[in-house]
């Protein structure tokens, strides 16, 4: 609970870059290709904002970066199936 309230403003920018992430590829799940376009740039978001947060509290690692890039490669492997792409 701690950690909520110190970052309070930190996971607030990550819930509307999930949020509106989401939206956007709900709103657009007929058109395949940009669905997928709002789920990159939604990527691409969630990686810079987690590198800055990392890095304003001196927890910046390679460690770091290649445990989110191997999540969000997940992600988007997951997403291609859940798409059918």
């Known amino acids: 609970m701690k950690n909520l309230q110190k970052h309070f403003g ?20 007929q058109t395949t ?23 304003v509290n001196h927890q910046l690692h390679p460690r770091v970066v290649f445990e989110y890039i191997l999540v969000i490669m997940l992600g988007v492997v997951l997403s291609f199936f859940l798409f059918q792409v």
Do not use: C, D, P
């Open 10 to 29: 930190h996971y607030l920018i990550y819930l509307f870059i999930f949020g509106g992430g989401l939206l956007l590829v709900f709103l657009n799940k």
């Open 33 to 55: 290709s940009i669905a997928m376009s709002y789920l990159f740039v939604t990527v691409i978001l969630y990686f810079t904002w987690s590198m800055v947060h990392h890095y």
